[in-house]
């Protein structure tokens, strides 16, 4: 993602190579977040599963 350099009266956009990575990185961790909570979901849901058939046997 760039900026707009107001200053220079042109619609002049810069990119910085370091943004980019912050990206990528703020990206990444979203990533894993949301993988961490659908893999607990999962678990949440198997083990309630167990349970529930556990009880009628």
Same mark, same amino acid.
Request: charged fraction near 25%; charge should be positive.
């Given at each position: 993602?760039?900026?707009?350099?107001?200053?220079?009266?042109?619609?002049?956009?810069?990119?910085?190579?370091?943004?980019?990575?912050?990206?990528?990185?703020?990206?990444? !961790?979203?990533? #894993? *977040?949301?993988?961490?909570?659908? $893999?607990?979901?999962?678990? !949440?849901?198997? #083990? *309630?599963?167990?349970?529930?058939? $556990?009880?009628?046997?």
């Amino acid at each position: 993602m760039g900026y707009i350099d107001v200053k220079a009266r042109e619609a002049t956009v810069t990119h910085d190579a370091d943004e980019e990575a912050k990206r990528l990185r703020r990206q990444r !961790l979203r990533s #894993a *977040a949301i993988a961490l909570g659908l $893999g607990f979901l999962v678990m !949440l849901f198997y #083990a *309630a599963t167990i349970v529930r058939m $556990g009880g009628h046997q």
